[in-house]
């Protein structure tokens, strides 16, 4: 399960966006966040990626 967050984030003339994905471990079961921020056309394939 995965998802992004609303609001994206600007540095001067660049439009970046932040990706939060929940991730399993598969030693503990544990569930785990992994943050990102990126090129709003990256999102999707961070998101894909297991």
Same mark, same amino acid.
């Given at each position: 399960?995965? @998802? @992004?967050?609303?609001?994206? +984030?600007? $540095?001067?003339? @660049?439009? +970046?966006?932040?990706? =939060?994905? !929940?991730?399993?471990?598969?030693?503990?079961?544990?569930? $785990?966040?992994?943050?990102? =921020? !990126?090129?709003?056309? %990256?999102? %999707?394939?961070? +998101?894909?990626?297991?």
């Amino acid at each position: 399960m995965a @998802k @992004k967050s609303v609001a994206s +984030l600007q $540095t001067g003339s @660049k439009r +970046l966006s932040k990706a =939060i994905k !929940m991730v399993k471990s598969p030693k503990t079961g544990a569930y $785990t966040f992994v943050e990102s =921020i !990126m090129d709003p056309s %990256k999102v %999707k394939d961070f +998101l894909s990626k297991k």
